[in-house]
């Protein structure tokens, strides 16, 4: 056997081709399985397929000479018969001729009469008779007006009649022409008028005679090549060259069915012989058996399940259509929320790319994760303002830009055509513009809303696709799913950046219920990392490449425009769904379109290439063809594999199993522990506390298999804490020197040890990375600052809301010359309005009204009206230190009065319309704090100031 299949090429080829050497290995004549009793059967079969593809390719051959030689010969014929036909109609066409000159002839008494001249003196007879009759008529002379017209009416019918008998001459010439040229008479009528014609018909004659032998000799040559080719198939007759073109093609149907039953034994054969361990003992297989295995676990498709994001998105939806009660959420609140939905989105990451969350990285993601955040959504408002003052301030080219199309006017251009759709898409959703036409503002979503955020979000992958090194088709394929992984985070933190933004901007001051909370923190924040991961894959696996091409090979120039572009076509599907989903606020269609969005994301993350997107069945049957009942399989196998996949989730040990697996194959080539610098963990401690440090020297000290040192450095770490705990509450100065007194306490009784044990006893050791520490105690210093300054901020909301928190006597006075109102409908004029009752507001935001509100001015008659109502209102409020909203939930309004009762039984609207004031919009104060027991509140819309009293204790 062939010494090849065991050389280190194995290393160099993909799946396919692997598995197609290993086959032919495995069925080869020599092969080292020649004698096993498992694939006999198979290796008959092989044969038996090899042996039916050569006889059907020799047919083939053998059809495609004779079939050649029997088109010729036929093409042939017809080029003859065809020739012959044409020199024939080139006769017949001098008929005419022929006809019209011998009658002449016999006129002129050059040529004997003949029987063939009869119809052509007829004519001619029938023609004078009617010229010498119309002679006749014309030469007569009327007196009569009657007369006269009845003879011009039978001239104009004799003049019709000799040109209708002048039209036959033609027919009928022609007519004896052929009569001479069929019993080939022509010579007989041979004179001066017939001299020229004669000629041409010899000539024609001659090569008609020509013509006609050589059709008789290629109408033998194709009879013969049709015995010949008969005799060389074996079949009694052939008739045409179509026949043999149609037994050609189903020769070649024949050969196509062949090759593809022997494709399938061999895939087959290759698939079971990765089943049979005892093979791998073979020293002949063993190297490719090893190669193939690995290679197919890294090209088959990975079995996930959708169900967790999709459990999360339809929640968020189902929530959305009931929590409709406000939330009101604290600062402190929104915290816990942010952090909550962060990391339960982590969570979701860690289910589908578990190699890429394990260990170290998880302490970066959470530090990108929450990072980001707040970059995303600081450069997305960033990027908006760029582009209204582009659209505003750069729509004309600047004179300074001319000669810099690349450098300034594209991108000039580009932002003016962003912000123009910024401008139209925030109007049609603000409901202050409509739509040019669907297609219009389709696209103008997709170039503002859509084009950037998932730019933006696909950010972190492009940052490390930008600094990837090497050949880009070298790249591993743990780079492919850290792109992805990247590309999901920035998804994820815009998404849960977007929802804070908006609690602050308008839910918290909206007061929206708790339903929308959770789809924006559960639904959208998920959805966001969806369409993100989907760009992040086709970065990774489709256009990566092409990107890097554009921006090296053709760095100047136009390179940079099209690898530009590119980047925005990477995020073309995701742009194109994120689009679709904000095209309507009907939860049906949200959900619809988040639906399709996380079965493409599954479609394409189960799969480590592109050749995985189609599967094998699909394409046996594309090159194959199709048939109803192979169809009906495979659709029945994709089902049965949509079940599986929604069963299993992705196998976390595989990458442990690999890590493990690298791990022995590389030991490490030092015996030196890894330790972090015990000298640099003291100078961190410094910015950091001595919480870092003692933590370091304790994880170093387990590394140097110290345990009780490692103890004593953790029992540091807790007193630590509890030190800068304490030095919270303390004054500024005692907590310094506290600080100072733990920090030098610390480094002479425990940190100094290591730094001395290690230089004595391990110089030499190997350096950790300080990714990792620093990571976590980034995200330690992010969180406490977040956290206390989420509780400072509550401290300070809570204490301007405990201004009003309370019982409050409230009135207020408008005169007639604060007052100049005249009803639209009524006519009456309004000269004094007051209200005096009591306000209370309670620590949970909700708000009560309880007043006497009166009204008095002049009708439209002239007469005096005075209303009083006792009006009661019950419903929420918000407070920023300055401006108070209340919101009213519930209203009662009772006249106080008969008259006031019979006005508004007599006025119903009147009634309505009041209701209305309170009830459609929100009031809005500007408060004015005099004291903690006196307040002003100035109305807004009005200017109305009303005056707040503190009731204590009444």
């Known amino acids: 056997m062939s010494q090849e299949h065991n050389s280190p090429q194995f290393s160099q080829v993909d799946y396919t081709t692997l598995k197609q050497q290993f086959s032919d290995m495995l069925l080869a004549p020599d092969s080292p399985v ?20 050569k006889k059907t390719q020799e047919q083939i051959t053998l059809l495609k000479s004779e079939t050649k030689n029997v088109s010729e010969a036929e093409n042939a014929a017809k080029e003859a018969e065809s020739q012959l036909q044409v020199k024939r109609k080139q006769l017949l066409e001098l008929a005419t001729t022929l006809g019209k000159t011998a009658f002449k002839g016999l006129q002129s008494g050059d040529i004997a009469d003949d029987l063939r001249f009869n119809p052509r003196k007829e004519l001619e007879s029938r023609i004078e008779a009617l010229r010498r009759q119309k002679d006749s008529v014309t030469s007569e002379n009327p007196a009569g007006v009657l007369e006269q017209t009845a003879l011009k009416a039978k001239q104009l019918k004799l003049t019709g009649q000799i040109k209708a008998e002048e039209f036959r001459i033609k027919t009928v010439n022609q007519e004896l022409g052929k009569a001479l040229l069929s019993a080939k008479a022509e010579e007989t009528v041979r004179c001066s008028e017939t001299e020229k014609v004669l000629e041409k018909i010899n000539r024609l004659r001659e090569r008609i005679a020509k013509a006609k032998d050589k059709h008789q000799k290629s109408e033998l040559n194709y009879k013969n090549t049709q015995e010949r080719a008969a005799e060389q198939l074996g079949v009694d007759s052939v008739s045409t060259a179509i026949s043999l073109q149609a037994e050609l093609k189903q020769k070649e149907s024949e050969l196509r069915s062949i090759e593809i039953q022997i494709e399938d034994l061999q895939d087959e054969v290759a698939v079971k012989a990765l089943d049979y ?23 088959t498709p990975r079995k996930i399940s959708v169900w967790p994001l999709a459990a999360v998105v339809i929640t968020g939806h189902l929530f959305a259509s009931f929590g409709s009660e406000p939330l009101n959420l604290s600062h402190f609140g929104i915290l816990v929320l942010y952090l909550a939905t962060g990391l339960g989105g982590l969570g979701l990451l860690a289910y589908y790319k578990p190699d890429l969350v394990a260990g170290e990285r998880r302490y970066k993601s959470l530090l990108l994760l929450f990072s980001y955040s707040i970059i995303s959504v600081i450069c997305i408002l960033l990027f908006q303002e760029l582009a209204e003052y582009a659209l505003n301030n750069w729509s004309d080219r600047q004179k300074w830009a ?35 036409s669907f297609s219009v503002y389709f696209r103008n979503h997709m170039l503002s809303i859509g084009l950037c955020e998932e730019l933006i979000k696909l950010s972190p ?7 990837h090194t090497g050949s880009w088709r070298s790249r591993s394929q743990e780079f492919n799913s850290r792109l992805v992984y990247l590309a999901m985070i920035g998804g994820l933190a815009f998404g849960l950046g977007e929802a804070v933004y908006y609690h602050f901007t308008m839910y918290a001051p909206m007061q929206v219920g708790w339903g929308l ?13 969806v369409w993100a991961g989907i760009s992040g894959w086709i970065l990774a696996h489709v256009t990566g490449g092409w990107i890097r091409s554009a921006f090296t ?23 194109v769904l994120h689009t679709s989903h904000n095209l309507s606020n009907d939860p049906l269609w949200m959900l619809t379109w988040d639906v399709i969005s996380l079965v493409i994301f599954a479609w394409l993350i189960r799969c480590s290439n592109v050749s995985q997107l189609v599967p094998d069945q699909a394409r046996r049957l594309w090159r194959r063809g199709f048939s109803t009942a192979e169809i009906a399989a495979v659709a029945a196998s994709m089902k049965n594999r949509v079940v599986e996949d929604i069963d299993n989730s992705p196998q976390a040990n595989t990458v442990t199993q690999t890590t493990t697996e690298v791990s022995e194959a590389t030991p490490n080539a030092s015996s030196e522990p890894e330790l972090w610098n015990p000298n640099a963990a003291g100078f961190w401690s410094l910015l950091l506390t001595p919480i870092f440090g003692a933590w370091l020297h ?11 040192r490692s103890k004593k450095s953790f029992k540091w770490v807790y007193g630590s804490i509890g030190v800068v705990v304490l030095t919270l509450i303390l004054p500024d100065l005692i907590s310094n020197l506290a600080f100072g007194a733990l920090l030098v306490a610390w480094w002479m009784k425990s940190g100094n040890e290591q730094y001395k044990y290690v230089k004595e006893n391990h110089p030499d050791y190997q350096k950790k990375k300080w990714g990792t520490p620093l990571s976590i105690a980034g995200l330690t210093v992010i969180g406490v600052f977040i956290l206390f300054g989420a509780l ?4 300070i909301e809570s204490q301007k809301e405990e201004i009003l928190v309370g019982q409050w006597a409230e009135e207020f006075v408008a005169n007639a010359d604060e007052l100049s109102i005249t009803s639209a409908e009524t006519g009456h004029q309004l000269s004094r309005m007051s209200m005096k009752g009591v306000a209370i507001y309670s620590n949970d935001r909700k708000s009560r009204h309880e007043f006497e509100w009166l009204r008095s001015g002049k009708a439209a008659d002239g007469s005096r009206f005075r209303y009083i109502l006792q009006i009661t209102l019950i419903g929420q409020w918000s407070f920023d230190g300055e401006n108070l909203t209340e919101y009213v939930d519930k209203l009662k309004i009772i006249p106080a009065d008969n008259a006031t009762k019979i006005a508004f039984e007599r006025s119903s609207k009147g009634l309505e319309n009041l209701k209305k004031l309170y009830t459609d919009r929100p009031f809005s104060y500007a408060v004015n704090i005099i004291s903690s027991d006196q307040l002003e509140f100035v109305d807004q819309d009005t200017g109305i100031i009303k005056q707040l009293r503190r009731l204590h204790g009444e």
């Open 34 to 53: 020649a004698n096993e009793a498992a694939f006999k059967r198979d290796r008959e079969s092989y044969f038996d397929l090899l042996e039916q593809r």
């Open 402 to 436: 001319r000669g810099r199309l690349i450098l300034f006017d594209l991108p000039r251009i580009f932002l003016v055509a962003v912000g123009t759709a910024y401008q139209d898409t925030f109007s049609i959703m603000q409901g202050t513009g409509v739509p040019e």
């Open 698 to 708: 304790a994880k170093n000290w387990t590394n140097l298999n110290e345990t009780e």
């Open 461 to 467: 992958a492009l940052i490390a696709f930008a600094a």
């Open 277 to 299: 361990e005892w093979l791998r003992d073979n020293p002949a297989l063993k190297e490719i058996l090893e190669r193939l295995t690995q290679l197919k676990k890294e090209s």
């Open 792 to 795: 400072e901020l509550d401290r």
């Open 517 to 529: 909370y959770a789809i924006r923190f559960l639904s959208l924040v998920t959805i966001h990392a």
């Open 553 to 575: 090979t053709a760095a100047h120039g136009w390179g940079p425009v099209g690898g530009c572009l590119l980047i925005a076509a990477t995020v073309g599907v995701s742009d």
